[in-house]
């Protein structure tokens, strides 16, 4: 199990889904993450911190 720390940022939002990209990679694909399971108060733009399964806002 990966416990890795890193930083997303929200790149765009469709319904119940949020795409994040992953600030320190250049070239990072977009991850889909149910919106169930971020910060409600999330926007695009926003920016995530995930550690230990979880997001939080920054």
């Given at each position: ?8 940022r929200v790149n765009r939002i469709d319904g119940d889904y949020a795409y994040l990209l992953q600030e320190d ?34």
């Open positions: 199990m990966d416990l890795t720390s890193r930083i997303y990679l250049e070239d990072a694909a977009e991850k889909c993450v149910a919106r169930a399971l971020l910060p409600a108060e999330i926007s695009e733009g926003s920016r995530l911190l995930y550690e230990c399964l979880q997001y939080e806002l920054l």
